[in-house]
């Protein structure tokens, strides 16, 4: 099992400057983990304190924000590809009052 | 002489020097440009700027340039009518309308932030542009661009108006278009934006776009001589505009050119695509994306880059916002021309379809200041308006006579029923 990873260009210092890296998970949160131990601080980076995704980041899996999916547990398929991107291109995740 | 003073993350507060830039590189958060105010304000009176020519570099020291601007020479100070007839279909004693269905050169307010961002793109000796866009952003980059001498890359969404896509590609842009939404191009921008070293004004030139939509509040403030509307009505795409109107009301009370600013903003959305206004009405301090179904496809953004912000902005002024249904936006399009000889875009209409609800709900008293920010051409989506062809008759008089006498039969009947 094996998925791409895109990274964006603030996080790339930590990739040694790799902008694809490959890794191998069963769901989102599980790839985050695992880009965690091979890159130390990236998931810090890409996530807050309560784990979740921050929120000027979107996670899309495939091209679909994971929003719109099962979030950090969606499953990922063998070959998608997973795409961290600065919410630039809008939005932030819900959450309640 | 440049007032700017660096880049600053709107979420942490980091600086960082001006570069084409849009994201902290701690936070993820969005840069702003900074000015230094107090120096505009010893330097520059508004009599100054009342005697400057008409168009949006009246403003040139709240602009982000460092240098005299490129591009847009002739865009800005659009029309601010008073709207009596529509004032009184809606409830609104002092009622205006800010007409940028007329910004020169692509009819749409657009216009405004194209010309800072190929402005500052020139400056940063960068020499293809593109964007994604709704169609209106496109057609401004796309003119701008040919005008400037530079080629223009622009990415939309498969399915805009027919209107919208001749408009840009008669520049000689490159148009591409894409299976998808607004918001997957979108992503799509920003995955490609450092790849090509294009100057992508929405995604790595924002920071400098996004001030030039500061002179839409600005010039709202000036054509009422000097003082700020109760409420001004504001679509709502991706959020900025919203915000940015009242930056500009925030800045020319810093500079001492109005009192104060308490201008309350409130925004407009369509029901098919409201994660702005649903976020608010259901107090959410975050924003939830959507999939957009709207026609007001210039205004279809599920994951407004902005919502956030927008969000505070309404909150804090005290504003509201609300979301118009296909037909209400229609039926406001309509209000609008009828009323006031203006015919406007979907963006437009929806505008004037919220605008009808904030009354309604009494969110915006009878005796209120109200300015509408019309953003937007209605012959660029003249597919939205579902018309009946006119009569085709012989030219005599005798049809005519029998025609105007059907029709006159047709309205008394009409009223009778």
Known sequence: ?97 | MSYTDGLRCRLCGTRQPIAPAAICEACFGPLEVQYRYEEIRRDVRREEVERRPRNIWRYAELLPLEHAPSTGEHTGFTPLRRARRLGEKLGLRELYIKNDGVVFPTLSFKDRVVAVALSKAIEFDMNTVACASTGNLANAVAAQAAAAGLPAYLFIPDDLEHAKVIASQIYGARVIGFKGNYDDVNRLCTEVADRFGWAMVNVNLRPFYAEGSKTVGFEIVEQLGWRTPDVVVVPMAGGSLLTKIHKGFEELTKLGWIDRNEVRMCGAQATGCNPISAALKNGLERIKPVKPDTIAKSIAIGNPADGFFALQTIRSTGGWAEDASDREIVDGIRLLAETEGVFTETAGGTTVAVARKLVEQGRIRSDEVTVLAITGNGLKTIEAIDQEPPPSIPARIRDLEKLLETQSMKRQEAIIL
């Open chain 1, 1 to 97: 099992m094996s998925t791409l990873v895109r990274i964006p260009q603030p996080l790339r210092k930590l990739t040694q400057n790799r902008a694809e890296v490959e890794i191998s998970a069963r769901t989102v949160g599980e790839a985050l983990n695992q880009l965690e131990q091979e890159y130390p601080g990236l998931r810090d980076r890409i996530c807050d304190e309560s784990g979740e995704v921050r929120q000027f980041i979107n996670v899309f899996l495939d091209g679909e924000d994971i929003r719109f999916l099962q979030g950090l547990g969606t499953p990922i398929a063998d070959g998608s590809e997973l795409s961290i991107i600065p919410a630039i291109a809008g939005g932030s995740q819900e959450r309640e009052r």
